[in-house]
């Protein structure tokens, strides 16, 4: 008796166990599949990039592209099992506002609060000093030249620098810029004295700027994280594990070696 309880017993936790199992592979496609709508419901996830900084995107010596918004948008697409639409844009304020519209699924970018009232930000991806530039032969050699009248900054314009800078500098004039391209030109035409934005993109208008130097210190932190549209923050858990995922199995670090992005620290929670 006892013989025929056991064999029912183990049949009972059989069947228990393959009633689990299926209801696991049935579950786990469809919770995918629904993220993956509640991501990119289009079918695409359309990931908002501007060229010239490798927090968004750069390309190396043979033209391919690299950046931190470019290949983590590509390796999530990859993984909700999408296609990927990536979508030009000349500075990252125009992305936000396109996420903030319903034109743009995704990017990476800094996670102020007043961004924060357009769009939901997962856990930050990683920190990134804000720094200063100064082409060749500035007169300008420590933070403490900048703040004087006629003294011109140049920063991105509708970045976090054009808001914050002016808090910081009352004497100095802030000039906006409509792209780190035009940036550059206007080193040349002496329209500003030094360059205010994250080490990264500081870093690569150096490269094209022979004798230009970026100031030590930092005025701050930016701190990296996904950007989504309002609406779907059913999908940050799923976007936190994510993040922990790429930081955790060094894909993160592979990315920033391949971006060539200098200037970043482990990322902490705000």
């Given at each position: 008796?006892?013989?025929?309880?056991?064999?029912?017993?183990?049949?009972?936790?059989?069947?228990?166990?393959?009633?689990?199992?299926?209801?696991?592979?049935?579950?786990?496609?469809?919770?995918?599949?629904?993220?993956?709508?509640?991501?990119?419901?289009?079918?695409?996830?359309?990931?908002?990039?501007?060229?010239?900084?490798?927090?968004?995107?750069?390309?190396?010596?043979?033209?391919?592209?690299?950046?931190?918004?470019?290949?983590?948008?590509?390796?999530?697409?990859?993984?909700?099992?999408?296609?990927?639409?990536?979508?030009?844009?000349?500075?990252?304020?125009?992305?936000?506002?396109?996420?903030?519209?319903?034109?743009?699924?995704?990017?990476?970018?800094?996670?102020?609060?007043?961004?924060?009232?357009?769009?939901?930000?997962?856990?930050?991806?990683?920190?990134?000093?804000?720094?200063?530039?100064?082409?060749?032969?500035?007169?300008?050699?420590?933070?403490?030249?900048?703040?004087?009248?006629?003294?011109?900054?140049?920063?991105?314009?509708?970045?976090?620098?054009?808001?914050?800078?002016?808090?910081?500098?009352?004497?100095?004039?802030?000039?906006?810029?409509?792209?780190?391209?035009?940036?550059?030109?206007?080193?040349?035409?002496?329209?500003?004295?030094?360059?205010?934005?994250?080490?990264?993109?500081?870093?690569?208008?150096?490269?094209?700027?022979?004798?230009?130097?970026?100031?030590?210190?930092?005025?701050?932190?930016?701190?990296?994280?996904?950007?989504?549209?309002?609406?779907?923050?059913?999908?940050?858990p799923l976007l936190n594990r994510f993040v922990t995922d790429e930081q955790s199995s060094g894909a993160l670090d592979?990315?920033?070696?391949?971006?060539?992005?200098r200037g970043a620290t482990k990322a902490t929670r705000q």
């Amino acid at each position: 008796m006892r013989t025929s309880s056991g064999r029912l017993a183990r049949t009972a936790l059989l069947a228990a166990a393959i009633m689990f199992a299926i209801m696991g592979l049935i579950g786990a496609p469809a919770r995918a599949d629904g993220e993956a709508k509640l991501l990119a419901p289009s079918g695409t996830l359309r990931v908002g990039i501007y060229p010239g900084s490798p927090t968004s995107m750069v390309t190396d010596a043979t033209g391919k592209p690299h950046g931190l918004a470019y290949d983590l948008g590509g390796e999530l697409a990859k993984q909700l099992g999408v296609g990927i639409d990536y979508v030009r844009f000349q500075r990252v304020a125009d992305i936000v506002t396109a996420i903030h519209d319903g034109q743009v699924d995704f990017t990476v970018t800094n996670a102020t609060p007043a961004r924060a009232n357009d769009v939901s930000f997962t856990q930050p991806v990683l920190a990134i000093e804000l720094g200063f530039l100064v082409p060749a032969n500035s007169p300008i050699g420590e933070v403490e030249d900048i703040d004087r009248p006629g003294v011109k900054i140049g920063v991105t314009k509708g970045s976090t620098s054009e808001r914050t800078l002016p808090v910081k500098f009352k004497s100095a004039t802030i000039v906006p810029a409509e792209s780190v391209k035009v940036a550059i030109a206007m080193f040349g035409r002496g329209e500003i004295d030094l360059y205010a934005t994250n080490k990264p993109t500081l870093y690569e208008m150096s490269d094209q700027m022979p004798g230009a130097k970026i100031l030590d210190g930092n005025w701050g932190l930016e701190h990296m994280a996904i950007a989504i549209p309002k609406g779907r923050e059913d999908a940050l858990p799923l976007l936190n594990r994510f993040v922990t995922d790429e930081q955790s199995s060094g894909a993160l670090d592979t990315i920033q070696q391949q971006a060539g992005l200098r200037g970043a620290t482990k990322a902490t929670r705000q």
